[in-house]
């Protein structure tokens, strides 16, 4: 029986075994979920993760890491749902660690539950093809709630040209140039849209300072009367382009504000940021969508030519609180 140690994350050092460790997994399950050590420094490092309580490893007595946990816990919210991320070494799987990893996600839930008094649930997720991870999950107690569609367009099919209504303008670089603007139009773009977690202008500093930006991938669609109506936020990913030996951008993020919807925005935002990346030369360009999205955004990317390549499932698990009576 291999003994195993449970410890907290320590800092840069960690990083490059963690990195090892994800793709170790990676090369085994196939997820595209591989991760470079900068963009672990950019999740892991960010000011506002409490990486004492909310980041786990376990590892052999000689210091070999087998495992990693993360939870990403809401700051508010009348019920907080922790998101349980985790992946075990492929020859250490099929044991009692993950259980053991899902038991601690539980009892870090409870202690927010207490800390803050409110009801706490877990969510966890992955591919709807990786049936061990989910047949596991729902062996813990968790059962599928939501679907995610991963979708894809090459660029070599031509691209539309984006329609506005009238006199609606396009700026660009509002996130560094308004970004308290910016900030106040994304949450007025999903405030309706479920699991819905406000953002913050230290978070968007923080992926500013830390992720490829581009002013040019960063489009602000703009009222006659001057509101910000809607955006379209696009990505290149340089080294996971590197690493995958693929050339894809992505369309990181597409909102309309309400009261702005229903006119075509959307369509013209998503078409202008499509062209944006086709002129950097990408090849294929990716997104993610929620399958129930209420504002029909699903059928607003296939009718432009995105089509599924894969699908990922949420799973939920409501949790028993440990509500001190006052």
């Not at 007025?188 to 978070?203: E, G, M």
């Not at 490829?212 to 009222?223: C, H, I, T, W």
């Not at 028993?320 to 006052?326: F, H, N, R, T």
């Amino acid at each position: 029986m291999i003994t195993l140690t449970k410890r907290s994350y320590t800092g840069e050092t960690d990083l490059e075994a963690i990195a090892d460790l994800i793709h170790a997994c990676e090369a085994v399950d196939c997820l595209d979920e591989g991760s470079s050590i900068a963009e672990l420094r950019q999740e892991i490092e960010a000011p506002w993760v409490d990486r004492d309580r909310n980041l786990r490893l376990w590892e052999t007595t000689e210091g070999t890491l087998i495992a990693f946990a993360q939870l990403w816990i809401p700051e508010c919210g009348e019920v907080r749902d922790g998101f349980l991320w985790f992946r075990v070494h492929p020859m250490f799987r099929g044991g009692t660690l993950e259980r053991e990893i899902v038991a601690w996600g539980e009892a870090r839930m409870q202690e927010v539950s207490q800390e803050f008094g409110v009801p706490v649930s877990l969510r966890s997720g992955t591919r709807e093809t990786d049936g061990d991870r989910i047949r596991f999950l729902e062996s813990c107690g968790f059962a599928i709630n939501r679907y995610f569609f991963r979708m894809e367009r090459v660029t070599a099919e031509p691209i539309p040209t984006p329609q506005f209504p009238p006199e609606f303008t396009v700026q660009i670089g509002e996130q560094q140039k308004n970004g308290d603007a910016w900030v106040e139009l994304y949450n007025q773009s999903f405030i309706d849209h479920w699991n819905f977690h406000a953002l913050t202008r230290d978070r968007l500093d923080h992926e500013l300072e830390n992720l490829p930006y581009r002013p040019a991938f960063d489009l602000v669609a703009v009222s006659p009367d001057g509101q910000f109506a809607g955006f379209c936020y696009c990505t290149i990913y340089a080294e996971k382009n590197r690493q995958t030996g693929r050339n894809e951008g992505w369309i990181t993020v597409l909102g309309t504000r309400r009261g702005f919807r229903n006119q075509g925005i959307g369509r013209a935002l998503l078409l202008a940021g499509m062209q944006q990346l086709q002129a950097a030369g990408v090849e294929t360009i990716l997104l993610s969508v929620d399958a129930q999205s209420p504002t029909g955004a699903l059928k607003l990317y296939e009718s432009v030519g995105f089509r599924q390549s894969f699908a990922k499932v949420s799973l939920f698990k409501a949790l028993d609180s440990l509500i001190e009576a006052g």
